[in-house]
């Protein structure tokens, strides 16, 4: 008869240990980059934090060696990411109502949700290509070609699958007993979609918008063919129809030069970008935590 | 005798004419023929997979929700039929209303509960008052009436539930509904349920879902047996039909088919 008590030569037991210890290493090895990156930055970008930073506009690379700020650019990435905004929200939050409570399942239906997901796997510079052809090399906005607002349709498209997948995987989470409760007492589809439906699933679309937003932000590749760079502070409305800054392309500009004064600036926008989509991240987190909460009171 | 008589005389609010109800090419139930009469509790039984549930939903058009369902015959309301082109089966909802197996409360206040159906059917009337009165009649309103901002879920499941009867009384239904509604609830819970509608029974035609044959005896005044039996062709699909419909009493202490009599023994089921 085997002992009842737990024996450390056994193979099982040996294997099960070293199977463990094999799973944790390579847990960190998986995260290791991520705190690498991100520490590489902040002890880099973290030095280069001035209150210039975030007023000037960053001088011409080669003229003298201050760099001056990186204003415009923060100011374009928020007011592009705006612009995303605007348009995948309502587009990508109507497409996820109508795939998971209108459709029923038809070809139709199917036809959208394999489109979101093969959108969802288009790299960003084609969508950037592809709003160049569209609107910039057509100068269809009243003639202007590189403009922030190109950029933010650019934008959009990578933000829409994102938005209409968490809509459509947040709403079909809510059960339907609520649907059938709301439905049950005479109110129509469109109350129970805006009313019950919508409501309980806010948590899930709220941070599949946000998650969006954060990696919209982040984008390089379709933003230098559709809001190219600018140097020059935003002043008013008409700056969308221009060329407009924004972090990622200024990163991307200022990290090839061979200047040490523009490089550093590249650093510091690089710190910014990664600790504002690393708060977006956090934020989204607390929003689902204090949704989840007021549901359950 | 007396009360027979008394039967007769109620009027005929919902009747099935000729009702068969297929999910796709798969038949539940067919051929049913039933009239429910208005201020009665009737209570339909039967063993699982007979279609009482199917039936039950039919008669508020809840099956639209379900892709693939669709039914011949035709479901008498008002002198109207609800399966008609032209109804809007919204409306038919508003005027038959229906609670669900599970209790299902809207994730808000107790009070904003039962407002919501009230508000959408455009109640212009006393809030407070149809709050407090919908509660009454359900029988909930002393364990709510403290804390009516409190969530709906804060209830316990049998209070849950009569918040969901209490919500579905608010918006006046000539008929309610109601799918094996004690089913996830205990017996105590049951018995409070069950007293709530026999004090409905005043004002509301009452159809319920049952498979507690102690429950359909104890509340309702007719009774339906469905049974199901197998496909002629023999490959094992099951249909449901109308096996039995009396009043209850008849049903349970002298039922014409030898079904019934199985059934209500408890010899399968």
């Known amino acids: 008869m085997n002992s009842l008590y737990y024996q450390k030569k056994l193979s099982r037991n040996v294997g099960d240990k070293f199977f463990t210890f094999l799973s944790l290493f390579f847990a960190l090895i998986a995260i290791l980059p991520l705190i690498y990156v991100v520490t590489y930055i902040f002890i880099k970008g973290g030095a280069q934090i001035n209150s210039d930073l975030f007023t000037l506009e960053p001088n011409p690379p080669g003229d003298d060696l201050d760099a001056g700020g990186i204003n415009p650019a923060l100011i374009g990435t928020l007011v592009i990411t705006t612009i995303a905004s605007i348009i995948s929200i309502p587009v990508g939050v109507g497409g996820g109502i109508y795939l998971a409570e209108y459709s029923k399942g038809g070809p139709f239906s199917k036809f959208v949700r394999f489109g979101v997901n093969v959108l969802a796997g288009v790299p960003s510079i084609i969508a950037g290509v592809f709003i160049y052809a569209l609107i910039v090399s057509t100068k269809i906005l009243f003639g202007s070609m590189y403009s922030g607002l190109a950029g933010g349709m650019a934008l959009s498209i990578l933000m829409l699958p994102t938005v209409i997948k968490t809509t ?68 008013g409305f008409g700056d969308l129809f221009y060329e407009m800054g924004s972090l990622a392309v200024l990163i991307y500009n200022f990290a090839l030069e061979p200047y040490d004064a523009q490089n550093k600036l590249a650093w510091a926008a690089s710190f910014i970008l990664v600790l504002s989509i690393l708060i977006v991240n956090i934020f989204s987190r607390i929003l689902a935590a204090f949704t989840e909460k007021t549901k359950r009171v | 005798m007396i009360k027979n008589t008394k039967n007769l005389q109620k009027k005929n609010i919902l009747s099935l004419e000729d009702v068969s109800i297929s999910y796709g090419t798969f038949e539940a139930v067919k051929n049913v023929f039933l009239n429910f009469k208005a201020g009665d509790i009737t209570s339909l039984i039967g063993p699982s997979g007979c279609g009482k549930s199917t039936v039950l939903r039919a008669l508020n058009r809840m099956n639209d929700l379900i892709p693939n369902c ?155 047996f469905f049974n199901a039996i197998e496909y002629e062709d023999g490959d ?34």
Not at chain 1, 193 to 212: M, N, Q
Not at chain 2, 243 to 267: D, R, V
Request: hydrophobic letters at 40%; glycine letters at 8%.
């Open chain 2, 236 to 269: 094992g699909g099951k249909v449901g039909y109308l096996a039995e419909f009396n009043s209850t009493k008849k049903i349970f202490n002298s039922p014409k088919e030898k079904t019934t009599q199985e059934y209500i023994s408890g010899k399968f089921g």
């Open chain 1, 168 to 235: 459509d995987e947040g709403l079909k989470l809510v059960p339907n007993e609520l649907r059938y409760a709301s439905l049950g007492i005479g109110a129509s589809m469109y109350t129970t979609i805006l009313k019950i439906t919508l409501p309980t699933a806010f948590r899930s679309i709220a941070t599949g918008i946000v998650l969006g937003i954060a990696r919209a932000a982040g984008e390089t590749a379709p933003l230098i063919f559709t809001a190219l760079f600018s140097y020059y502070y935003i002043t």
């Open chain 2, 70 to 224: 669709s039914l011949k015959g035709t479901v008498l309301f008002d002198g109207t039929n609800i399966y008609d082109k032209r109804v809007d089966p919204v409306e038919v909802r508003r005027r038959i209303g229906m609670v669900f197996q599970q209790p299902n409360p809207f994730p808000k206040s107790i009070y904003e509960n039962i407002a919501f159906g009230a508000r959408i059917n455009g109640f212009t009337g006393d809030m407070d008052q149809l709050v407090e009165s919908s509660l009454r009649k359900a029988a909930v309103w002393s364990e709510c009436k403290d804390k009516l901002n409190d969530s709906g879920y804060s209830l316990s499941g049998g209070q849950q539930q009569r918040l969901c009867i209490a919500r579905t009384i608010a918006i006046e239904p000539e008929i309610i509904l109601m799918d094996e509604p004690c089913s996830a609830l205990d017996p105590i819970s049951t018995l409070k349920i069950e007293e709530t509608m026999h004090e409905l029974k005043k004002n509301y035609t009452i159809i319920i879902v049952t498979h507690n044959m102690q429950q359909a005896l104890r509340v309702s005044d007719m009774t339906a």
